[in-house]
């Protein structure tokens, strides 16, 4: 099937022709549905704290967190280009005409062009914007008063000026200070100087990039290190990595068989956010925070994310510690009945562990074995938010071919929405995955987990794309916080809504909870 041009090409970036065969199998057998049991809701697979316990939680966090290496992981590569999808089609159609511009006016929805223009001088970046024009003798509000909205446009979008429609989400400005305007990674720079500096106050964080933004990313960073440092009295461990070309996977067209380019090479794509689990693991961390680039707000509404940080952080903390402890017991297997009982209890009951009816029938080393297995996996802590409408995954609890349950992150892709069964558990969901994690990646005795054994291969997802004018198909690996992670001890905890503020379009920067008061 592959040519020796196609195996150099398909060796070149440490891909196996084996690991291709099977891609190309996948998109021939598809993946199965994931079989939902019901949604994990307050009282069934998703804790809600009171007051009481949310105190408790902070104190426990901050009063341990100092035994732990922690770090702030920040996917961060994704590009801007599709925040301002609505603006790109409005400069290719956009002519002036005073119909055009009349009707541009009564435009009052918030994600529309006419709202953008309205509402220029609320962007963060209007001043550097304006900054740009006036290298080339032009005027921001001169253009604006003329309706000059395409060489607005060119300046923020095109390398003319700001090249805003080019550069990944983290380097553009989102949040407007005193002392200036911040960028996305900035606020996340700002978020770990709270909760992830160690004792010796150095706070880790890792962003991963794609190659051609890494370089201009390293330089914004530095460039604005020392404010942060100086301003928090700690240093930064700021660190990178590229998504690996291995993880890429082969496109094929609509009958199953390879897409070839114009000039004959095979077609690879990036495998979507689950083949970041490789730069997770990687990083052979102890604590690990997981947030999207563009999920933050300003200083003045984050006293909330900080303390749930540290709720998500104490709950893992306090139950890895009994997790550990439970571990050191059944590998030294002296253990009485009474214990081995105590055990299965803690792992049914506070990890959410599935306890299949034939283990009581299981020979007292069958149990010890059994629990292990189960107790020696890496562990999350999700925060989710009450779902108000918001395209993405959930909380829910799933089956597998065993009939064994556990709790997942399932995203719509995933489901079977035809099946009036499955429709059901959906419409019963309450909450959504703001992707809000806490990761405890080393075993009992201090080693790092191999990430990669405890992803579902059978949780990716197809889809159908275009590449010079020719329709193919693509495949995306298990997702990073979905079936990257679908082996792991799982529990999800109630935050408030909040916590949850992402920017997936560039008018969302002018909700309230964006602006400055």
């Known amino acids: 099937m592959f040519t020796e041009k196609d195996l150099q090409q398909i060796k070149s970036k440490g891909i196996s022709p084996e690991t291709v065969e099977k891609q190309m199998e996948r998109f021939k057998t598809g993946f199965p549905f994931i079989r939902l049991a019901a949604p994990a809701v307050p009282g069934n697979g998703l804790l809600s704290f009171g007051e009481i316990e949310v105190k408790e939680l902070k104190a426990f966090f901050d009063e341990t967190k100092d035994d732990y290496e922690i770090l702030k992981f920040v996917p961060a590569s994704g590009a801007a280009s599709r925040m301002f999808r609505r603006l790109f089609a409005f400069r290719q159609s956009f002519s002036g005409t005073p119909e055009e511009i009349d009707r541009l006016e009564k435009e009052h929805d918030l994600q529309s062009p006419g709202y953008f223009f309205k509402n220029l001088e609320k962007f963060a970046f209007y001043n550097v914007l304006s900054e740009a024009l006036q290298k080339d003798g032009l005027d921001l509000e001169i253009l604006r008063q003329q309706k000059d909205y395409n060489v607005i446009l060119d300046y923020l979008l095109t390398d003319k000026g700001l090249n805003y429609g080019m550069l990944p989400k983290a380097l553009l400005h989102f949040h407007l200070y005193p002392d200036g305007p911040r960028r996305a990674f900035e606020e996340h720079l700002a978020e770990a100087a709270h909760y992830a500096a160690n004792k010796e106050g150095v706070a880790r964080v890792h962003f991963t990039v794609s190659p051609e933004h890494q370089q201009e990313f390293e330089k914004a960073v530095e460039s604005v290190r020392g404010k942060y440092e100086n301003h928090f009295g700690i240093r930064f461990d700021i660190s990178f990595s590229q998504q690996k070309p291995s993880t890429d996977t082969l496109a094929v067209d609509l009958h199953n068989e390879p897409f070839h380019n114009e000039d004959g090479s095979l077609l690879f794509r990036p495998g979507g956010h689950g083949a970041l689990i490789e730069n997770l693991n990687d990083l052979k961390g102890e604590i ?30 306090r139950l890895q510690e009994k997790t550990f402890d439970y571990l050191d017991k059944l590998e030294d297997a002296n253990l009485s009945d009474e214990a081995l009982d105590e055990i299965k ?81 959906v419409s019963g969901a309450t909450h959504f995955n703001p ?19 405890f992803v579902d291969p059978q949780t990716g997802f197809i889809s159908v794309k275009s590449k010079d004018g020719r329709e193919l198909k693509a495949l995306e690996l298990p997702g990073l916080w979905n079936g990257a992670m679908a082996d792991w001890i799982t529990l999800f905890v109630e935050a408030p809504l909040v916590t949850f503020n992402p920017v997936k379009t560039i008018n969302d920067l002018l909700r309230p909870q964006h602006q400055p008061e």
């Open 288 to 317: 690990i925070f997981v947030k999207n680039i563009d999920n933050i707000v300003p200083d003045r509404l984050r006293d909330t994310t900080y303390l749930y940080k540290k709720v998500i952080g104490g709950l893992l903390f």
């Open 345 to 425: 209890t803690f792992a049914h009951e506070q990890l959410n562990i599935f306890i299949p009816v034939a283990y009581e029938g299981y020979e007292k080393m069958e149990k010890i074995d059994f629990l292990f297995g189960k107790l020696n996996r890496p562990m999350r802590v999700a925060g989710m938010v009450k779902n108000e409408g918001e395209p993405g995954g959930g909380p829910f609890w799933v089956v597998n071919e065993q009939d064994e349950w556990s709790l997942q992150i399932v995203e719509s892709s995933q489901m079977n929405l035809k099946d009036v069964e499955q429709q059901k558990i």
């Open 435 to 453: 992707v809000d994690l806490v990761c405890g990646v080393r075993d009992y005795q201090g080693d790092p987990f191999d990430l990669r054994e």
